[in-house]
């Protein structure tokens, strides 16, 4: 089972461009140490909850010396996208990085849909079209002219192609939407499951068989799964750091949807998405996060304690859910950069050997 990273990119008590230095920093890590790929996210606009605008950028700089390492785009919202553009500039930064980039991509936020002026009622039409048209973009010769709703193609040839063919692997973000699961599953892409979040466990599994149930006959799935983590040699100290990580993760996310409760949208578009704000409610403090993983176990998908309770928690879920791939959420909210590097050298020696064998 191929294992990597991820991190929203947020930056409370911090700023940007030691942001930006920390996460290169960590990407530089988890290529020395094993790790099979690196995710973060794209977002607009002033938020404490993710300064990354260009996350291929990000990556096309990190595989400059990161040498091995894969990189996840988790996620672009297409919405924003021209899908010939987005498979532009996709392609270019496959080329640049020797044919390692992934591609999640989502609806994106809500909020980041309003500046730049979509109206997040559309969010999943967009998506779905802007989806159908990108893989147009990789796989057709030439195009004439294709049209939609929302975006026309014309007299295109994508330049310059990239290095995987026909393109790089594409995955669909479904945190709490089954609409999502199931088309990604008939699209017969992979699917990001971003357990990471605070979702309920028994959300995720019913998210990932809707997805697996709608893939077309003779395709494989291709499921990553998201899960919060915190490892230590100190079964106490992992949950302290875990819970303050997830804890001010939370926080971030819950205090950007409540801030724009009132923008165009907004409300509908998180209608859909109740699990996730409740999620982020009962676990805004450490105190609360670490009181409702303890009441709630596994159905909060938090994986904290030493390699052994890792090793345990973990394989619960894949047996349950049976990923092909594994994201771990370690480096998140307030967490200090030397607690994010030492969990992550933690697992590499003591969990991911076993982990990647499951």
């Known amino acids: 089972m191929q294992v990597g990273l991820f991190t929203e990119f947020s930056y409370p008590g911090k700023s940007e461009q030691a942001t930006y230095t920390e996460v290169l920093?960590?990407?530089?890590?988890?290529?020395?140490?094993?790790?099979?790929?690196?995710?973060?996210?794209?977002?607009?606009?002033?938020?404490?909850?993710?300064?990354?605008?260009?996350?291929?950028?990000?990556?096309?700089?990190?595989?400059?010396?990161?040498?091995?390492?894969?990189?996840?785009?988790?996620?672009?919202?297409?919405?924003?996208?021209?899908?010939?553009?987005?498979?532009?500039?996709?392609?270019?930064?496959?080329?640049?990085?020797?044919?390692?980039?992934?591609?999640?991509?989502?609806?994106?936020?809500?909020?980041?849909?309003?500046?730049?002026?979509?109206?997040?009622?559309?969010?999943?039409?967009?998506?779905?079209?802007?989806?159908?048209?990108?893989?147009?973009?990789?796989?057709?010769?030439h195009i004439n002219e294709t049209a939609g709703k929302f975006w026309t193609i014309r007299d295109f040839q994508l330049s310059p192609e990239p290095v995987q063919k026909p393109h790089p692997p594409i995955y669909t973000a479904a945190a709490t939407t089954p609409e999502s699961a199931r088309f990604a599953g008939s699209i017969g892409h992979g699917l990001v499951q971003p357990g990471y979040l605070g979702i309920p466990f028994e959300l995720v599994k019913n998210l990932t068989e809707t997805y697996r149930t709608n893939l077309p006959s003779g395709v494989a799935g291709d499921v990553i799964l998201g899960i919060h983590l915190h490892v230590a040699q100190d079964r106490d100290e992992a949950i302290e750091s875990g819970s303050l990580a997830l804890a001010t993760q939370a926080e971030v996310f819950l205090s950007s949807s409540q801030k724009r409760a009132s923008l165009p949208g907004v409300q509908q578009a998180y209608a859909t998405k109740s699990a996730s704000r409740l999620a982020f409610e009962k676990l805004s403090t450490p105190a609360k996060a670490r009181q409702v993983i303890a009441a709630e176990g596994p159905n909060i998908m938090a994986v904290w304690g030493t390699p052994a309770n890792c090793i345990e928690q973990i394989k619960f879920y894949t047996d349950a859910l049976h990923p092909e791939q594994l994201m771990i959420n370690i480096a998140s909210g307030s967490l200090p950069q030397e607690k994010v590097l030492t969990s992550m050298r933690l697992f590499a020696s003591d969990v991911l050997p076993v982990v990647q064998n499951l």
């Open 25 to 141: 920093e960590q990407i530089a890590v988890a290529d020395a140490l094993g790790f099979h790929f690196f995710s973060t996210t794209e977002s607009y606009g002033k938020d404490l909850f993710s300064c990354s605008p260009l996350p291929l950028g990000l990556f096309v700089a990190a595989a400059q010396t990161a040498r091995r390492i894969r990189f996840l785009t988790g996620i672009v919202s297409m919405p924003v996208h021209h899908p010939a553009i987005l498979a532009s500039e996709l392609a270019a930064a496959d080329l640049l990085t020797g044919g390692r980039i992934m591609v999640g991509i989502g609806r994106g936020h809500p909020w980041v849909l309003n500046r730049v002026g979509i109206h997040p009622a559309e969010s999943t039409d967009r998506f779905e079209e802007g989806m159908r048209m990108l893989i147009e973009a990789f796989t057709a010769h």
